[in-house]
């Protein structure tokens, strides 16, 4: 959210983790983030933050008791993973010489890239998990009526 809101909301010790993050990684996105970047964590506040509250009750309560959250984690992995594909590919396909902060050499873009990598990933993995999670026992091809 530091991204969006005014650095007078956050304490020192919050705003030199996002700096340690931007000197060490080289991260142009959140040095100065472009407006189609900030409308991703607009959604990530609005949405998401709260998705995480009732996805955490759900998991704590145990999938096969809350499966109402089925279609909520697909819609969520889905919308991340859809998210985090322009950024990736914003990292690796621009050209940033000419800025002073942003990744240089291949190393410095791989491991920018690597940073933003399990954003992509681990809601890649929740919704492969959430498709193919069935409630009802084992499908069969040949039901009889």
């Not at 949405?47 to 279609?71: H, S, V």
């Not at 940073?115 to 091809?141: A, E, H, N, T």
Request: hydrophobic share 45%; aromatic share 16%.
């Amino acid at each position: 959210s530091q991204a969006i809101l005014p650095s007078s909301y956050y304490p020192q010790q919050i705003k030199d983790v996002i700096q340690y993050h931007i000197n060490e990684f080289k991260d142009p996105l959140m040095n100065d983030p472009p407006i189609w970047f900030k409308t991703f964590i607009v959604v990530e506040c609005l949405l998401q933050l709260p998705f995480f509250f009732f996805a955490t009750y759900a998991f704590l309560t145990g999938i096969k008791k809350a499966k109402w959250i089925r279609i909520p984690c697909i819609v969520y992995a889905g919308h991340v993973a859809t998210t985090v594909i322009p950024i990736i590919s914003h990292v690796a396909l621009t050209d940033f010489s000419k800025l002073v902060v942003g990744p240089k050499t291949d190393k410095e873009r791989y491991t920018l890239i690597a940073i933003y990598m399990p954003y992509l990933l681990i809601p890649l993995m929740l919704l492969f998990y959430m498709i193919g999670l069935q409630f009802d026992g084992p499908r069969s091809k040949n039901k009889q009526h």
